[in-house]
C-alpha cells in the first residue's frame, strides 16, 4: 500500500503548489471574455503548442512529485522539515520567476505589461485563493475524524466534479455534452483506478463527513477557477508578473507558518536539517509543478488541469510498479481505461458541432 | 456473495437461452443490405416503437432471471434436473411461437412469409448457432482448470469485446468512433460492477486461461452474430417461423443431453421431480427471454442485446438489495455510472454526422 502512502502526501502538495496560486480581478464575469485566443499578439500563433508543452510539462512533474516524496522519506518519516520544505519552493518559485523577468527585461525592456510594480487593484485579490486553500486545509484535519484516510483518498475525487462546475457557472466557459458526459468518466476512472479492498469503508461515512468532503472539493475547485479567473483577466500581462504575485503570498503564509508550528526545530537544528539530495531534487520538482500549473491556467484552463493531473497520477502508479514493487490490480486497469476514454472524448467532444 | 452465485448460473443460462438460436442464410454479407429498415411493409413505421419494447422486455426478463434461478434453488442446490428444466424451456418456446403462427394463420391466412414448411436451404444452418454453444459450453468445463469462477465471472466480459468487434467485421455494420469507445466503457464498467475483493485473481490467469476465454467468447459472440444474420437474411419471414425453427433444435439437443446425462433419475423420479411454483416461473421467464432474444435480434441488433443484457446485470444487482441483503460495492456504483454514461453516449453517438 506504498501507493496510498504516496496519494496521502499529495494533500500536502495541493497546499504547496496551489496556496501560491493566489490572484486578481474583481469582476470575474469580465474574464469571460479574454480567453486563449485573446491570450495576446505573437504568442496567438504559437498558443496551441504552448498550451501542448505546459500540459505535458505538468503531468511528467506531477507524475514524478509523489515518486519524489516516497524517496525523500527514510523509514516512512521525514527527517526535514515539511514547512521549510513548503517555503524553499515558494521562494524558489519567486526566483525563478524574476530570474525570467529579468531575461524578458534584458530582451524586450521595462513595458506595461511586463513591470513588476503593481496597482492595489491588480494585487489585492491575489491572496484569496491561498486563503481558501488554507480553510481547506484546517477542514482536513477535522474531516479525519469521520472518515479513515483511504476513504479520503476516494471522496478527494470529488474535487474533479466540483471543479467542473464551478468552471461552467464562473467562468461560464462551455463543455459539451460528450466533454460533460467524459469529465464523469475521469471521475469514475480515477476512483476505480484507486480501489482497494477497504475502499467500501467510504459508503460508511457519515453525513457530516459527506459535507465536509463537499465543502472541501467546492473550496478547492473554486481556488482553482478564480486562478484562472484572475490570471487571463489581464491576458497580456507578463505570466512571470503574475507568478511573482501569486507566489510571493505563499513565501509570506509558509514564513508565518514556520514561527507558528516549527520555529523551535529551525532554531536548533537549523532551517535546512535532514535536507537530502532527493529532498533537493523534490523541491526542484515541486517549483516547476507550480510554475506549469499557472501556465496551464493562462495558456489552457482548469479542465486541462485536472485531465493533466489524473493522467499523472495513473503514470504514477504505473512507475511505481518498477521503483517501489507497487502492485497493479485490476481496478487500476479498468479505471486507467475508462480514464484514457475519456480524455480520448474531451477530445472528440471538441470537434462537435454543438460546441 | 448471493450475488456472485446469481451470476455462476447465467452460464447454464446462456446455454438455454442461445443453444437454440441456430439460424439460416448461406451469404453472410449479403445480409447487410436487409437492416431495421427494410423489414417489411408496415411494420417498417413502428419500427422504432417495436425495437423498444422488445428491448424493454429483454432488459426486464433478463434481471428478474437470475433473481428467479436464486428463488428456484433449495439450500444452494437445484431440487429439480436443470437439462429437463432446459428441455421444458425450449419445447415452451415452440409452443408459445406455434400458438402465435396459428393467431396469424387464422387473421392473415397462410403466405409464403408465414408458412411453416421450409427448404433445405433455409432451415440447414439453423443448427450452427447451438453447435457453436454447444462447444463453448464444453471448453467451460476445461476453462475451469485454469481459471476459478469469480474470475471466469470477470473474463466473461470479453463477450462485449468480441461481439461488437464481429458485428463490426461479419455484419460490416458501422459504430461511431464515439460509439465505439461507449462499447468499450461497456466492456470496462460491466467489469468493474462486478469486482469484489478476489477479482485479482483474474490477472494471474496462466496463457492457457486468457487463450480459452478468448475463444470462448468468439464463439458465444460469433453465434449472437450469426443468429442476427440469419434472421435478418429474410426480413419478410415472420419471426414466429423462425423462432419456431432456430427452438425446435434446442429441443432436440436437450432430449439428447437428458438421455446421455439424466436419463436414471428421470425414470425413477420422473420428468417433473422437484419442480415448484418458482422452477415454473424461472421456465415461463427464461421461454419469454428467449423469445425476446430473438425479436431483437430482428428488430434492433446485437448491440442493442448486449446494451440490455448489461443494464439487466446491473438491475438484477439493485433488486438483489431488496430480495437478499445483497451488498452493494462502492465498485458496484462506479461500475453503473460507467455503463450508465456508456448507454448515454451510445445514443448520442449515433447523431453524431460520421455515422
Not at 74 to 87: D, M, Q
Not at 251 to 269: E, G, H, P
Amino acid at each position: 500500500m506504498e501507493y496510498r502512502k504516496v496519494k496521502d502526501q499529495e494533500s500536502y502538495d495541493d497546499l504547496s503548489l496551489k496556496d501560491v496560486e493566489s490572484l486578481s480581478g474583481r469582476s470575474l464575469s469580465s474574464a469571460n471574455a479574454t480567453g486563449l485566443s485573446s491570450a495576446g499578439g505573437a504568442k496567438g500563433k504559437s498558443s496551441w503548442k504552448l498550451k501542448s508543452v505546459v500540459t505535458l510539462a505538468l503531468t511528467l512533474l506531477t507524475s514524478s512529485q509523489a515518486i519524489l516524496i516516497v524517496w525523500s522519506k527514510r523509514a516512512g518519516k521525514y527527517e526535514y522539515s515539511v514547512i521549510t520544505a513548503n517555503f524553499s519552493v515558494e521562494a524558489l518559485k519567486c526566483l525563478l520567476s524574476l530570474a525570467a523577468l529579468f531575461r524578458t527585461w534584458n530582451h524586450h525592456g521595462v513595458t506595461d505589461d511586463n513591470r513588476l510594480t503593481t496597482s492595489f487593484d491588480e494585487v489585492s485579490v491575489y491572496p484569496i485563493p491561498a486563503i481558501l486553500y488554507m480553510v481547506k486545509n484546517l477542514l482536513q484535519y477535522y474531516i479525519f475524524a469521520y472518515v479513515d484516510a483511504p476513504a479520503y483518498q476516494i471522496l478527494k475525487n470529488l474535487n474533479i466534479i466540483s471543479t467542473g462546475v464551478l468552471y461552467r457557472i464562473i467562468l461560464k466557459k462551455k463543455l459539451s455534452e460528450i466533454q460533460w458526459a467524459a469529465f464523469i468518466l475521469l471521475c469514475a476512472g480515477c476512483t476505480t483506478a484507486q480501489l482497494n479492498p477497504s475502499s467500501d469503508h467510504v459508503l460508511q461515512t457519515p453525513i457530516q463527513g459527506w459535507m465536509m468532503a463537499i465543502v472541501m472539493a467546492l473550496l478547492s475547485g473554486f481556488a482553482g477557477v478564480y486562478t484562472e479567473a484572475i490570471i487571463k483577466k489581464r491576458p497580456s500581462r507578463n505570466i512571470n508578473v503574475q507568478n511573482f504575485w501569486l507566489y510571493i503570498f505563499g513565501v509570506i503564509f509558509n514564513l508565518v507558518a514556520i514561527c507558528v508550528q516549527d520555529y523551535d526545530a529551525v532554531m536548533t537544528k537549523g532551517f535546512f536539517h535532514g535536507y537530502s539530495f532527493i529532498t533537493v531534487l523534490m523541491i526542484v520538482n515541486h517549483a516547476l509543478s507550480g510554475i506549469a500549473v499557472s501556465m496551464v491556467m493562462k495558456y489552457a484552463d482548469n479542465i486541462v488541469k485536472v485531465y493533466s493531473t489524473s493522467v499523472a497520477m495513473l503514470l504514477t502508479a504505473v512507475v511505481s510498479v518498477f521503483l517501489f514493487n507497487f502492485h497493479l490490480s485490476l481496478a487500476f486497469f479498468l479505471g486507467s481505461t475508462v480514464v484514457s476514454v475519456s480524455v480520448y472524448l474531451h477530445s472528440v467532444g471538441k470537434l462537435q458541432p454543438q460546441k
